[in-house]
Each structure stands twice: as C-alpha cells, then as structure tokens.
Nanobody
Framework: VQLQASGGGLVEAGGSLRLSCAASGRTFYHMGWFRQAPEKGREFVAATGDRTSYADSVKGRFTISRDDAKNTVYLQMNSLKPEDTAVYYC???????????????WGQGTLVTVSS
C-alpha cells in the first residue's frame, strides 16, 4: 500500500493550494489529511468516507474531495494563513477512525509554507 501526496509549495497568505493523494495497492473508503507544524504534534485536518469532517481551524477554508475512479483524494486549501504552514500527510484506514484516532496508513508528507 502506498499513499503518494503532492501539491505542496510556497504561497502567500490569502492564497490557495490543492493537495493530491493517490493511493495504490488497495482501495480505501476512509481517507484524509493530517498535518504537522514545526515543533508541534500531528493534528487532524480533514477526512472523507461515510461523511466529510474538518478540524475547526480549517472549516470554511479547506475542502476535501475524492475521485474514486483514480483512487485519489484532494485537499483544496483557500484563504491560507501562516499558521497553516506544516507538512501535510495523506492518511487512510479501513475503519472510520481518522477523525478520532491514529490512521493505519500514512503517506510521505508534502510541505506547505504560507508566507505573511
């Protein structure tokens, strides 16, 4: 199983980025994103599966979506803030626990840097 994330980069505050994550090896129903800011722990960002859910800090700015034909999940990030700077990880699990637990499968991470 591999989760290949892409789309990170440097953007100014107020800008947008779209992250992509392609899964290979199996099909996942529950997928999502975590992030880890410098000197902080990993935190939940968004998940999709039975329902979509978001961390309070990104609600109204980030949108998670998926293309099942491509086994790919996306994270559209708008109105980016410097505090969104982090390494973003694509995650997947057979169980509906991404919002509340530690997902089983993790991608390699993609860096998002938001300048002020």
């Amino acid at each position: 199983v591999q989760l290949q994330a892409s789309g990170g980069g440097l953007v100014e505050a107020g800008g947008s980025l779209r992250l992509s994550c392609a899964a290979s090896g199996r099909t996942f129903y529950h997928m999502g994103w975590f992030r880890q800011a410098p000197e902080k722990g990993r935190e939940f960002v968004a998940a999709t599966g039975d329902r979509t859910s978001y961390a309070d800090s990104v609600k109204g700015r980030f949108t998670i979506s998926r293309d099942d034909a491509k086994n790919t999940v996306y994270l559209q990030m708008n109105s980016l803030k410097p505090e969104d700077t982090a390494v973003y990880y694509c995650v997947a699990d057979r169980r509906d626990i991404i919002r509340v637990g530690v997902p089983q499968y993790w991608g390699q991470g993609t860096l998002v840097t938001v300048s002020s």
